[in-house]
């Protein structure tokens, strides 16, 4: 039987020293190095590359990677905890430090050879270079299996050639997991996943895309053309490019619900403080019911969002299945932080509908949270498949 909602046995509310250290780690971090600058790095779409930099030397780049690696070796719980400290203040840098720590990094560390490990996760887990995750295609979102790109069988390496779409990372990258297909007459059991390498001859990265939100991540389309891609750096068996994706997907989805719920939490906070602050008809406007109720509602939505991000950690960091629980997590964050944020911006009033106040930002930067490694849709899909086996 599917295992309940309820927590399960062993889980503590109490966090450990070391937890509360990474926490207030992130938080100094986020407050003195991203903080500044976040609103520029928005409007003129930077990359934080300076900043992700800093990140890997604090050990945010590859918390989760065995200290053999060059790793934190630090768990989930400690990684859902940085990541809503970061995401409060600035969500593009914190989809960089995700994607390479849950997707990159844990994908190799997982499922690579010895030799991948020693070549690419030492130096992604310290942040000296970063990584991307390609799955993504013009004609392949929600249906990954429907993979165009190919990855041709030619002896002692494989062709490469196709484009991949909305890539997080995508020109800022060194080292990229690129799925595609070897045997189209297998469908999804012909897929590979590819360790591919920036300047490799034929790969070229596209048009850098203006988006809504997370402005300052480098979104990218990439181009393959006739690359050659040395048959060392594919991951896991031949054809297990699909499961290899699957797998790294659950994980990752605990990293961006972490996300969202620290675009949440970020709105709230600046919204608590400014409903103190502000004025109107003679009190503050905290002293407003209709205010209090809506802090009241945010936060209640907020505690419940970070119980289920804390559940699927915990139950990944216990080997146990987390599938339901990282997509239960995926699409309640991702709606609480769709909902808290638009309610921050009411809370600001005008105030909230510019820049120089934040709250306008994070409501653009929580909508991403709602598609990217799996739509709201698709984690339905996952939660009542799991339910119903
Ligand atoms: C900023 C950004 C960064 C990204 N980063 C990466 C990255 O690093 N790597 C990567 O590989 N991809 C990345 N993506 C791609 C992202 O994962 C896809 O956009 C997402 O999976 C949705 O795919 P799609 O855009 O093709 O939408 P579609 O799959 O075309 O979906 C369109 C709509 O139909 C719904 N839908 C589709 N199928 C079903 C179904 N069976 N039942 C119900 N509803 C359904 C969807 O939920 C959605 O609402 C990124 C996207 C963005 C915008």
Not at 70 to 93: C, H, P, Q, R, T
Not at 211 to 240: A, C, Q, W, Y
Request: glycine share 10%; proline share 2%.
């Amino acid at each position: 039987m599917a295992s309940s909602t309820v927590l399960t046995p062993g889980f503590s509310f109490q966090l450990t020293e070391e937890q509360l250290a990474v926490q207030a780690a992130a938080r100094e971090f986020a407050n003195s190095e991203l903080l500044p600058g976040v609103i520029e790095r928005d409007e003129l779409q930077k990359f934080p590359a300076e900043q992700i930099k800093k990140m890997g030397e604090l050990g945010f780049m590859g918390m989760m990677v065995d200290p053999r690696y060059n790793g934190g070796g630090m768990d989930s719980i400690s990684y859902v905890l940085a990541m809503e400290e970061i995401s409060k203040i600035d969500a593009s840098a914190s989809v960089a430090m995700s994607v390479n720590n849950s997707l990159v990094c844990w994908g190799i560390e997982k499922y690579g050879t010895e030799e991948q490990k020693q070549k690419y996760l030492t130096r992604l887990a310290t942040g000296e270079i970063i990584g991307a995750f390609c799955l993504s295609e013009p004609e392949a979102g929600s249906d990954a299996t429907s993979q165009k790109t190919t990855a041709q069988d030619m002896g002692d390496y494989y062709l490469l050639n196709g484009t991949k779409n909305w890539i997080t990372n995508g020109n800022s990258a060194s080292v990229y997991i690129v799925i595609a297909q070897t045997y189209p007459e297998k469908g999804h059991k012909g897929i590979n996943a590819l360790i591919v390498e920036k300047g490799t001859p034929g790969f070229v990265v596209g048009k850098k895309e203006n988006k809504l939100g997370i402005r300052g991540s480098d979104t990218h389309s990439l181009m393959f053309t006739d690359v050659k891609v040395p048959k060392e750096n594919r991951i896991g068996e031949d054809g297990f490019g699909f499961k290899f994706a699957m797998s790294t997907l659950n994980g990752g989805r605990i990293g961006i619900a972490a996300q969202a719920l620290g675009i949440a939490s970020g709105a709230y906070e600046l919204s608590l403080k400014y409903s103190k602050e502000r004025k109107a008809f003679g009190k503050e406007i905290s002293q407003h019911q209709a205010i209090q109720f809506k802090l009241a509602e945010m936060a209640t939505n907020i505690d419940a969002a970070r119980l289920l991000c804390l559940q699927a950690a915990y139950l990944k960091d216990q080997h146990a299945d987390f599938t339901k629980a990282s997509a239960m997590a995926k699409l309640f964050a991702s709606k609480v932080a769709m909902e808290v944020t638009v309610e921050a911006v009411q809370i600001h009033g005008g105030y909230g509908y510019v820049k120089e106040y934040h709250v306008e930002r994070l409501m653009r930067d929580a909508k991403i949270t709602q598609i990217y490694e799996g739509t709201s849709e698709i984690q339905k899909i996952v939660i009542s498949r799991e339910i119903l086996k």
